[in-house]
């Protein structure tokens, strides 16, 4: 995936406005504006932390035995495969890294 882009530039009407680009997975990029750079930079921030928890969760998912989960817990992570761990909630994240951390002691 592409990097994240945050940089400054004019609008129509000769104000200075800062642009943050997100790489989206079809390609081309998805545009936010903000009229101060700490705004821009704080959304970037964001971003990059929700990025970062998705790709860890989607690790981790991956090396779960599933033949050893609960009726609840294994339909968690069929869910989360479906959707690669996008939009994973703090308390969804918190049950994958339970189980991920149970199934490492009891190996």
Not at 16 to 29: C, D, E, F, H, L
Not at 37 to 58: L, M
Not at 61 to 73: D, G, K, P, W, Y
Request: charged content about 25%; some cysteine; overall charge positive.
């Amino acid at each position: 995936m592409p990097p994240l882009r945050v940089y400054k530039n004019k609008s129509e009407h000769s104000r200075t406005v800062w642009s943050v680009a997100i790489p989206m997975s079809q390609g081309g990029y998805n545009y936010h504006h903000f009229i101060s750079p700490d705004g821009a930079f704080e959304f970037a921030k964001q971003w990059i932390k929700r990025f970062y928890k998705e790709c860890v969760a989607y690790s981790c998912l991956q090396t779960i035995a599933v033949n050893r989960l609960s009726v609840e817990e294994h339909g968690l992570i069929q869910k989360l495969l479906r959707t690669r761990c996008k939009g994973i909630t703090k308390a969804q994240y918190g049950w994958l890294r339970g189980i991920h951390e149970r199934q490492e002691r009891e190996w």
